[in-house]
């Protein structure tokens, strides 16, 4: 089996949440990669939509921003903001959106804005962007977390999951059976009760025990009956993967490493030839 990273296995499994013939807002970093690789893959008949109103490519490389026309060889249309919110997202034509999570409670309320007291904020994030209408009126939300943490009380309310948990989101107004449906997070993924709308635990990453996750989160966690593993990614997602993005897939220290090695490889290979015909 094929070595790969703990951002490898992060995408790979994200992008099985994606289904053919889908509309998928994706944006920068892991949720791009995800939607290049479910495009590559399973899904070649996903819309692919950014933010900033690009519908429909398929980029070649990371773009730099979410309205970066250098990334890709066409697109079906571009539009603006308002109209990717209020005549695709807001009329319920996009099936799953992707959200990075910093702070997270029990029922997928989410914070990505400020940790520590916002008037007084030890560490600023990316704020809200689209994330808060996204989550609101996409059929399915794709959650990740890297760096973030469980919490009991959120710093701050960026972004809505299940609110008070049961019925509370749809009493409040958003479109009934949306919201978050999955964290993948660095040990493992987590679901939504249907009923209750707790978050739970649902499958372990390769090495990752259940002490060990619990131990992160700060209430008495509930655990599913059978544990999913979470796959290793197969050597051709490893392929697209580094060939889209090694920065994303392997990191920057990782991908100096393979493209050092490469470049000696070729070299090799040219000093034989030589030898050969000589």
């Given at each position: 089996m094929a070595k790969y990273t703990l951002s490898e296995l992060i995408i790979s499994r994200a992008a099985k949440e994606i289904e053919d013939g889908q509309m998928v807002v994706i944006g920068q970093g892991i949720a791009m990669a995800a939607g290049v690789l479910a495009k590559n893959t399973h899904a070649?008949?996903?819309?692919?939509?950014?933010e900033a109103g690009?519908?429909?490519?398929?980029?070649?490389?990371?773009?730099?921003?979410?309205?970066?026309?250098?990334?890709?060889?066409?697109?079906?249309?571009?539009?603006?903001?308002?109209?990717?919110?209020?005549?695709?997202?807001?009329?319920?034509?996009?099936?799953?959106?992707?959200l990075g999570v910093g702070q997270i409670d029990r029922y997928g309320n989410m914070n990505s804005s400020y940790i520590g007291n916002p008037d007084n904020f030890e560490f600023r994030m990316t704020g809200a962007g689209g994330a808060p209408e996204f989550v609101g009126y996409s059929h399915k939300t794709v959650l990740t977390m890297?760096?973030?943490?469980?919490?009991?009380?959120?710093?701050?309310?960026?972004?809505?999951?299940?609110?008070?948990?049961?019925?509370?989101?749809?009493?409040?107004?958003?479109?009934?059976?949306?919201?978050?449906?999955?964290?993948?997070?660095?040990?493992?993924t987590f679901k939504f009760d249907k009923k209750t709308k707790e978050i739970y635990l649902a499958g372990l990453h390769p090495g990752v025990s259940l002490d060990e996750v619990k131990s992160t989160?700060?209430?008495?966690?509930?655990?599913?009956?059978?544990?999913?593993?979470?796959?290793?990614?197969?050597?051709?997602?490893?392929?697209?993967?580094?060939?889209?993005?090694?920065?994303?897939?392997?990191?920057r220290k990782l991908q100096v490493e393979a493209v050092v090695n490469r470049v000696f490889r070729i070299i090799e290979k040219n000093k034989n030839r030589q030898q050969k015909s000589g």
């Open positions: 070649p008949n996903i819309v692919i939509l950014t690009m519908l429909g490519f398929e980029p070649f490389k990371v773009p730099l921003h979410i309205a970066d026309p250098s990334c890709t060889r066409g697109f079906t249309y571009s539009c603006d903001m308002v109209d990717i919110f209020s005549t695709i997202l807001n009329r319920g034509y996009v099936d799953v959106s992707f890297l760096g973030g943490e469980f919490v009991e009380k959120l710093d701050y309310f960026t972004s809505p999951g299940y609110l008070d948990g049961g019925n509370s989101r749809y009493e409040a107004g958003m479109p009934a059976d949306s919201g978050p449906r999955i964290l993948i997070s660095t040990q493992g989160v700060p209430w008495d966690l509930k655990i599913a009956q059978k544990l999913e593993p979470t796959l290793p990614p197969a050597a051709d997602e490893l392929d697209i993967l580094r060939q889209f993005s090694p920065e994303i897939s392997m990191g």
